[in-house]
């Protein structure tokens, strides 16, 4: 696997399939901590200073010290194996910029969503919004310092999830726990993949 932070550009030669990741969830909740930890390119970013503008409009319960937004997207590859590689879209989180996501989605394979115990309940529109989609996906609470912790089937459980739903925890600062994150949702993404093709076909 190439290392984060290399200036390779170009795929290996074995790639043999790219797949587009949405990588969402509410404001201030690590996505683009997520794609920066694991890009293995320089992650594109749309991040502007937050200004007297968006006071009484984004919520900052929680994430006070927080001075910069996304406002269209994040960018980033990881190449898995030598055959894989995933194309990493991080979506806005504020409600103002949620249009936005139609496009971003297009093509989508799954979606990784991004979650923060601290302010749980932003997640439940997020979640809705991924169900009017219908787009496979898997939640990654990003445990911060001071969060406390919750064992997956009591996430599962607060945000109404589907038992086969994958719940992991993860660091979004750690290289290695946000792989493991995405590696995740490929799984799964590919069980539900072949499920389908399955019963299509029986």
């Given at each position: 696997m190439?290392s984060a932070?290399s200036?390779d550009?170009?795929?290996?030669?074995?790639?043999?399939?790219s797949v587009k990741i949405l990588?969402?969830?509410?404001?201030?909740?690590g996505?683009?901590t997520l794609?920066?930890?694991?890009?293995?390119?320089?992650?594109?970013r749309t991040?502007?200073l937050?200004?007297?503008?968006?006071?009484?409009?984004?919520?900052?319960?929680g994430?006070?010290?927080?001075?910069?937004?996304t406002?269209?997207?994040?960018?980033?590859?990881?190449?898995l194996?030598?055959?894989?590689?995933?194309?990493?879209?991080?979506?806005?989180?504020q409600?103002?910029f949620?249009?936005l996501?139609d496009g971003?989605a297009?093509?989508?394979?799954?979606?990784l969503?991004m979650?923060?115990t601290?302010r749980?309940e932003?997640?439940?529109?997020v979640?809705?919004?991924?169900e009017?989609?219908?787009?496979p996906?898997a939640?990654?609470i990003n445990?911060?310092p001071?969060?406390?912790k919750?064992?997956?089937?009591?996430?599962r459980?607060?945000?109404?999830?589907?038992?086969d739903?994958?719940?992991?925890?993860?660091?979004a600062?750690?290289?290695?726990?946000?792989?493991?994150?995405?590696?995740?949702?490929v799984e799964f993404?590919?069980r539900?993949?072949?499920?389908?093709?399955?019963?299509?076909?029986?």
């Open positions: 190439v932070g200036n550009r170009y795929l290996p030669a074995t790639v043999q399939q990588i969402v969830g509410a404001f201030g909740v996505k683009t794609v920066g930890s694991v890009s293995e390119i320089e992650p594109l991040e502007e937050m200004t007297e503008a968006s006071v009484g409009i984004d919520d900052l319960v994430v006070s010290t927080k001075t910069t937004t406002v269209a997207m994040d960018f980033g590859r990881i190449t194996s030598p055959e894989l590689v995933l194309y990493l879209f991080g979506t806005p989180g409600r103002r949620w249009d996501w971003l297009e093509g989508a394979l799954g979606v969503v979650v923060d601290r749980l932003d997640s439940f529109d979640l809705e919004q991924l009017l989609r219908g787009l996906f939640v990654a445990q911060f001071d969060s406390e919750y064992e997956a089937d009591e996430i459980s607060a945000l109404d999830l589907l038992p739903t994958p719940v992991v925890v993860c660091d600062r750690q290289r290695r726990s946000s792989v493991d994150a995405l590696i995740s949702l993404v590919s539900s993949t072949a499920t389908r093709e399955k019963e299509f076909s029986s």
